[in-house]
């Protein structure tokens, strides 16, 4: 079986500035992460996980370094190029879920469909499907204020899923739960992935739930290796 590059990092480098010098982060990393794939990033606070997820996910640019989605280089895109992949291509899911407090959690998830151009029925049926499969559907006519933190993932995660990326990447999705509701959230957010073929790139801290994933990697002076 040959497997396609969803996701495709090479050389990324990564600087902040620091007084009169640099914090150097990413030093030239490399890695690829493949369509029908779950890898957990496992690393200490600092050492650039949400940095490395948030070039990946095209809402920063890295200094250094080339980020490929489906092939191709976006390095130099113009930004409405690289918008539209974000949208259509990519699915990120935060720590904190970020939903809109004001719509229901089937409106937050129809929202990005809408953005798209899909018509509100369609949307409506994705969503609601969605909101089933995640075994939440009896909460579609809830605002984010009235479920549950692992309600809330699971809604986050649905959003972030509705527009069929072909990646998804998830900054400590469940750093935020206690340990019986990620291990819910991150079983829901697993059997979607295996579901759907997208690639998924999962930071986590949690050592068990990264033991479930197809491959695990770190953060090592800048690098991504595995382990
Ligand atoms: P992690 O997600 O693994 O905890 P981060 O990617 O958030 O790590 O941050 C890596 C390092 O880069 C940290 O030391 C952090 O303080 C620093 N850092 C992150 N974002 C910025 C920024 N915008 N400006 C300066 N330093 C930053
Ligand atoms: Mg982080």
Known sequence: MTKR????LTGVERHYPQGETFLSILKGADFALHSGETVALVAPSGTGKSTLLQIAGLLEKPDGGEVKINGLSCGDLPDDKRTAIRRNDIGFV?????LLPEFTALENIMMPQLIAGLAKAEARERAAALLDYMRIGHRADHRPSELSGGEQQ????AR????APLVLLADEPTGNLDPETAGYVF??????VRQSGLAAMIATHNHELAGLMDRRVTIEDGKVVEF
């Open 187 to 192: 079983e829901a957010l697993e059997a979607l």
């Open 5 to 8: 590059v969803a996701l495709q």
């Open 154 to 157: 699971r809604v986050a995660i």
């Open 94 to 98: 935060y720590q904190f879920h970020h």
């Open 160 to 163: 972030a899923v509705a527009n």
